[in-house]
């Protein structure tokens, strides 16, 4: 039963990671962000979290957009209300999508194998 309950924990775990994107602690200006087209991150003086696809240099305007297709929505940025812009990390994004699932795999079969022939409910004997 607690191998059962492992491997949920596991799997949960794997799927919920599947989908974190990691990004540098570095800010960068909206000049910076624009030139990258990576996806950024973005934080208000007022601690809101905006993330966007990219942000883009239109009119003599920031703006941050979302979206692909025919739902694209665009936010206009200054950067006198911004506190951080951080672009995104592929490379690190990439190596955690890729290890933290291949480590919890290998976890779930090292554990499984060593409980494979453990103790059994019936071996256990009670104490005098």
């Not at 191998?3 to 990004?23: E, N």
């Not at 940025?77 to 955690?96: A, E, G, Y």
Request: net charge positive.
């Amino acid at each position: 039963m607690k191998t059962i309950k492992l491997v949920c924990i596991s799997l949960t775990m794997l799927i919920m990671l599947q989908s974190c994107r990691v990004y540098h602690s570095k800010t960068v200006s909206l000049e910076e962000a624009s030139k990258s087209q990576k996806r950024v991150k973005v934080k208000t003086n007022d601690n809101k979290t905006l993330k966007f696809n990219k942000v883009v240099f239109e009119d003599g305007q920031f703006y941050g957009v979302k979206g692909k297709g025919d739902n694209v929505s665009k936010t206009v940025l200054d950067m006198d209300d911004l506190k951080q812009v951080r672009l995104h990390n592929k490379s690190l994004s990439t190596i955690l999508g890729v290890a933290v699932p291949i480590i919890t795999v290998v976890g779930i079969l090292v554990l499984a194998i060593t409980n494979w022939n453990g103790p059994q409910i019936g071996d256990i004997q009670p104490s005098n």
